[in-house]
């Protein structure tokens, strides 16, 4: 089992940045699918962001994509999200996961994630 630590979390105002991190127990980013999700309150946990190095592959959800970046570092094991142009529909708590099937096509859903952060919160602010 993977140990998942978020970090970075806090209250930002419109059009802000923040960077979460995502430290992992070991080195896994060469075997492991990892993944950002976030859940707003009352609202279902989504996708925001995987990687896979084992495939090669990068994706993020498209209300995202032109401004935030998924990112790790190996030898830190640690896994990053750069998020830039924060907006208040980005506000929820955000979760980082690993998944070691690293079947793409069900990397969006979190169910098929077996390992979890404990999450951290970000509130954007008008």
């Known amino acids: 089992q993977v140990q998942l630590v978020e970090s970075g979390g806090g209250l930002v105002q419109v059009g802000g940045s923040l960077r979460l991190s995502c430290a992992a127990s070991?080195?896994?980013?060469?075997?492991?699918?990892v993944a950002w999700f976030r859940q707003a309150p009352g609202k279902e946990r989504e996708f925001v962001a995987l990687?896979?190095?084992?495939?090669?592959?990068?994706r993020l959800a498209d209300s995202v994509k032109e401004r935030f970046t998924i990112s790790a570092d190996n030898a830190k094991n640690t896994l990053y999200l750069q998020m830039n142009n924060l907006k208040p529909e980005d506000t929820g708590v955000y979760y980082c996961?690993?998944?070691?099937?690293?079947?793409?096509?069900?990397?969006?859903?979190?169910?098929?994630?077996?390992?979890w952060g404990q999450g951290t919160q970000i509130i954007v602010s008008s």
């Open positions: 996961a690993a998944n070691k099937t690293n079947i793409i096509s069900s990397m969006f859903d979190w169910q098929q994630y077996e390992d």
């Open positions: 990687m896979s190095r084992r495939r090669g592959v990068t």
């Open positions: 070991g080195r896994i980013f060469s075997d492991y699918a």
